[in-house]
């Protein structure tokens, strides 16, 4: 039998980028600094777990300026709504497993 | 590799997440009740000034436009009405938001705002292109049917029971259609004691 740990998603067993992917799945788009304010962490943190899925090309990113002030706009990408669902597919397996 | 509580816990975050930001919590049941309450206040009001004109509200109605002050109290009281349960909801709202440590207007509550505003402004100017027409009979039943289809809309980003609440006001203004001239007993029934049974459900399940 298939070992249900081996389909957790790597890059999502950190619970900053999980919790990142699940406020872009169930909205449009989130800008920085309302991420920051919903997940309650720091800046530095945000911005590298934000790097990473940037990497995996889970979240794509969009930068445009309202009144004159960067503005990053971060939306999931289809590579990432389904990497979130085989990640949250595997976690449920793992913990029918246990029971 | 993780322990097996730590995915329960994951998940949890997860169903924390998406609710956080897609749903405006801080909606406040006791500003919903005290709504209600000054919706009555107005409803008296109401009533006062259309019998202070010695004429009963069903005369008053096919009457229409006859009186053109009357009507002037009456939207007036109307937007105090409007006013006062806004900037208590508000003010009540964010003051609970602080109690719940999470920011007033997050993105779930300015996207609960706009699906409320579409509806509601469309609804307000139709009853004010109804009164100017003279459909004085209209404007109750208008007023409850908007305000019903805004919070239906709207119900999907704050507290579930809201749809329900949506529901009634939209059944309400249906029937007070039917009763052309009752119009200030139904919005009574829906801005007023609805607000308050909504408000204390709301209080006693969310608030405490």
């Known amino acids: 039998m298939k070992n249900p740990f081996d389909n957790l998603d790597k890059v999502l067993e950190h619970r900053v980028r999980l919790q990142i992917m699940s406020a872009l799945v169930t909205n449009d788009a989130f800008d920085f600094s309302a991420l920051k304010e919903m997940l309650n962490v720091t800046d530095g943190n945000l911005a590298s777990h934000i790097k990473a899925l940037e990497k995996e090309k889970y979240i794509s990113v969009n930068k445009t300026f ?3 002030k960067p503005n990053t706009k971060y939306k999931i990408t289809e590579k990432g709504r389904n990497a979130f669902r085989k990640h949250l597919d595997a976690l449920e397996a793992v913990i029918k497993q246990q029971k | 590799m ?15 997440i998406m609710e ?26 109401a009533y006062f000034v259309i019998h202070a004109e010695n004429r009963n509200y069903r ?16 939207i007036g009281i109307a937007l105090v009405v409007l006013i006062a349960s806004i900037g208590t909801g508000v003010w009540l709202s964010s003051k609970k938001a602080k109690k ?19 509806p509601l402004i469309t609804g307000g100017l139709f009853t004010l292109i109804l009164l100017y027409y003279g459909f004085i009979g209209f404007a109750a039943p208008v007023m409850l049917m908007f305000y019903g289809l805004a919070l239906f809309q709207g119900s999907s980003n704050t507290y579930d029971e809201i749809r329900y609440l949506g529901l009634c006001e939209i059944v309400l203004g249906l ?24 408000g204390a459900i709301m209080y006693k399940k969310y608030d405490k």
């Open chain 1, 66 to 68: 309202v009144d004159r």
């Open chain 2, 2 to 16: 993780k322990q097996i509580h730590e995915y329960e816990q994951d998940i949890a975050s997860i169903r924390n």
């Open chain 2, 20 to 45: 956080k930001s897609f749903k405006f919590l801080s909606l406040s049941g006791l500003s919903g009740m005290l709504a209600g309450c000054y919706a009555l206040v107005g409803a008296g009001a």
């Open chain 2, 59 to 74: 005369q008053y109605v096919f009457e229409s436009m006859r009186n053109p002050s009357v009507m002037w109290k009456l």
């Open chain 2, 100 to 118: 719940l440590g999470i920011p007033f207007m997050n993105t779930a509550g300015r996207r609960l705002a706009f699906n409320l505003a579409i």
């Open chain 2, 175 to 198: 029937i007070s259609a039917l009763f052309v001239g009752y119009g200030l007993i139904f919005w009574a029934i829906g801005f007023g004691v609805l607000h308050i049974v909504y």
